[in-house]
């Protein structure tokens, strides 16, 4: 083999290790921050006027009126709602109201209540210490 095959292949190797690198440690991050913004999501007790609702990162985000945070959180649809896909139902306006590690949020709209249970990730309060 020639001086350099072996320096290309070196160099192959050495951008793969990378990107295989950069990979694992972009996924630990995604899991990170996922389980993050759920524990904000889920310690916290909302009840607001809708102010705006999208998709983001197989999740759906949304921003209460008034109120700084964001809330990202992954909605089931169900017969608790008629089926209905919060991130196309809910609409600015709207009322939502979730209390402190409940397992559902109730969407208010027009003087009907439903519910969305969501996607759970684990952790305690204790691990935030």
């Known amino acids: 083999m020639t001086q350099k095959k072996v320096k290309v292949i070196i160099s192959s190797v050495i951008v793969l290790i990378i990107i ?3 990979f694992f440690v972009r996924e630990e991050y995604d899991d990170n921050r996922w389980k993050n913004e759920f524990i904000h999501f ?3 007790y909302i009840n607001g006027e809708l102010e705006y609702v999208a998709l983001a990162s197989h999740a759906v985000v949304f921003k209460i ?3 700084k945070s964001k809330y ?3 909605p089931q649809t169900s017969e608790l709602n008629e089926n209905r896909i919060f ?3 809910a609409k600015k306006g709207d009322i939502i109201i979730k209390n402190k590690f409940a397992d559902t949020l109730k969407l208010l709209k027009s003087k009907k209540v439903y519910l969305y249970s969501f996607d759970q990730v684990e952790w305690s309060p204790d691990s935030l210490q």
């Open 20 to 22: 295989i690198v950069f």
């Open 65 to 67: 009126k008034g109120n």
């Open 87 to 89: 991130d196309h139902f």
């Open 72 to 74: 990202i959180f992954s």
């Open 42 to 44: 889920d310690s916290t």
